[in-house]
């Protein structure tokens, strides 16, 4: 790989050769994997891009670590809709808002991207078999990509996890371990079944490249964007490894030259389980925290990635707001009534973010934010319907409608 110098310790600065079956450095640090970006510029540009035809994350291969004649696994991931959300933005007293809609990847969110990269990997790495822990997004994300792929699957999953999400691990054919503790009992189990049989780790503390995948999102903004930087990106926050892999490709675009100045990100996370924001806003070491949250999806106390994040928080100067349980469920009602975008809780919670941070003056209502909805909200039906209430129940005959739409205050 070319494009590719190394794997490089976050903790100690140790490098490793990339390699594809490689996980945490020697003194425990997580690997961030470094770019040859003279290289990357001497053979990719926004003009030689602008002519790529592959509607999908692979359009980036110069950003990505992965052999040249890799193939990209079966499934199309990537190059989601950005919409440009000007009734939310009125309603919430912006200037300009986009959302990113990555919802609509394979199996409804943005962990598809982690994925599509884990399974190349395994390919490379010459595994038959890829495993790992998950709240939900991830476990549904690597059963779909994985079966497409023609790989078997373990996934561990806390036992609180959506039924809907466990319906998608079902239908794609994986080895699904329902785990009776939180995710952090759901992280050590998985751990000590992959290092006993060797399965592949798709497990995003233990895996340099899931971040690479995730960066994408950012990659795929800025595109959209023409190369317009926003002020701000605001992103849902659980174990950390979605925000840094969106500060990665940034500081990657900006290094090769793609862009010329960085947003700041905006990291969201639950009242009821914050350790990366609270860490921010306190500036000690973060602590283990409950999992106390209808968003399950960021329902991480003990986050794999908080190195990465709050390094990423901090470099881009950006903001911590944390956001209650009913000011998700509100968010998922105020996408959907004004944009038509169906987000589960965790997605919206970057959305429910801004709305705070604006209310707080944390940030200015003339800027220009992008909220990235990370999943799609029939993972969580359960949660859909508490946030926008039961149906009207009439009998068959117009008396009884007229009777309802009077008791629901509703003027046809």
Known sequence: MKNVRCARCTRC???????????????????????????????????SLADCTDWSMWRYRPFLPVEPDSPAPPLRVGWSPLYRADRLAKALGLRTLYLKDDGLNPTASLKDRASAMAVVKAREAGARTIACSSTGNAASSLAGNAAAAGFETYIFVPSRAPRGKVAQLMIFGAHVISVDGSYEDTFELSRAAIDRWGWYNRNAAINPYLSEGKKTVTLEIMEQLHW????????????????????????DLYEAGFIDRLPRLISVQAEGCCPINRALRTGEPWQPMEENTLADSIAVGVPRNAGKALAAVRESNGVAVNVSDGEILEAMRLIGRTQGVFGEPAGVTGTAGVKKALELGLIDPESTVVSIVTGNGLKDTQNGIRAAGEPMTVKPDMDALLSAFEAHHITP
């Open 228 to 251: 317009r930087v926003p002020d701000y990106i605001a992103l849902s926050v659980g174990d950390g490894c979605t925000i840094a892999g969106a500060w990665k490709g940034l500081k």
């Open 13 to 47: 600065g140790r490098e490793y050769e990339a390699l594809p079956g490689i996980t945490t450095c020697d003194c425990g640090g997580i690997l961030d994997i470094q770019y040859n970006y003279g290289y990357i510029r001497s053979v990719f540009s926004r003009e």
